[in-house]
């Protein structure tokens, strides 16, 4: 069946560092949608990419999807406490998004 | 304010007894999801509706059940059946113009413990 996986499934940095997340899938996907969740809280929609090698920003953030349309990344650049939650990707194949396990971001001040 | 509503928030219920968690949206949107969150594995899908009077399975609907009478309202039944029900569960809906892009809008979560 479908799957995404997501790596790496922890990370602890410090304020001021980068941190990146990876999303891959083993089928082609429709568009790739990130969420972050804060402790305690729900998913809350961050972006959508749909074409290949496609790139966006916001602000700190640089949201890249594959060539292939298989696999995806988040970057932070220069993180803030305020980045502190678990950040997922969402792969769209039809009617489904196929969410994987998430990266549990930690940032020590 | 438009949005999800889940309830309740927190719910216990022992062994052998079917729970009924709410899912009200008043996004007008087309399309509900059900998914279960467990520590370290993200988000499963357990159903989903396009339309009122219809819905689909996901992944891991052994155990739930669903209704879609209306188009605002989306229950999902955790029936006694279901093995180890004990997990969070969010209510998501999205538009479903424009095929399958579209961002989940999600509700604030219901956390079932069986004791």
């Known amino acids: 069946g479908q799957q995404v996986m997501q790596i790496p499934q922890y990370q602890h940095v410090q304020e001021g560092e980068d941190f990146t997340t990876y999303c891959n899938s083993s089928?082609?996907?429709?568009?790739i949608q990130w969420y972050k969740q804060r402790p305690g809280g729900h998913p809350v929609f961050l972006i959508q990419?749909?074409?290949?090698?496609e790139v966006k920003k916001q602000k700190r953030l640089t949201f890249q999807f594959g060539e292939a349309k298989k696999n995806s990344s988040l970057h932070i650049t220069a993180t803030q406490t305020t980045d502190v939650g678990t950040y997922f990707c969402?792969?769209?194949?039809?009617?489904?998004?196929?969410f994987g396990t998430g990266t549990s971001l930690t940032v020590i001040p | 304010d438009g949005g999800i509503t889940q309830s309740p928030k927190y719910l216990f219920r022992k062994e052998g007894q079917n729970v009924t968690l709410s899912c009200e949206q008043n996004?007008?949107?087309?399309?509900m999801y059900w998914y279960r969150q467990d520590p370290g594995q993200g988000l499963r899908l357990i159903y989903y509706?396009?339309?009122?009077?219809?819905?689909q399975k996901g992944d891991i609907a052994e155990g739930y059940s669903v209704s879609r009478e209306k188009k605002e309202s989306f229950p999902l039944t955790v029936t006694s059946a279901q093995k180890n029900p004990t997990a969070f569960y969010l209510c998501?809906?999205?538009?479903?113009?424009?095929?399958?892009?579209?961002?989940?809008?999600f509700g604030e979560g219901s956390r079932l413990t069986v004791l």
């Open positions: 998501a809906s999205r538009v479903l113009a424009g095929g399958d892009t579209g961002e989940l809008f």
């Open positions: 089928t082609t996907l429709s568009n």
């Open positions: 990419l749909v074409k290949s090698g």
């Open positions: 969402a792969g769209g194949t039809g009617n489904q998004f196929y």
């Open positions: 996004l007008n949107h087309d399309a």
């Open positions: 509706s396009q339309i009122v009077n219809d819905f």
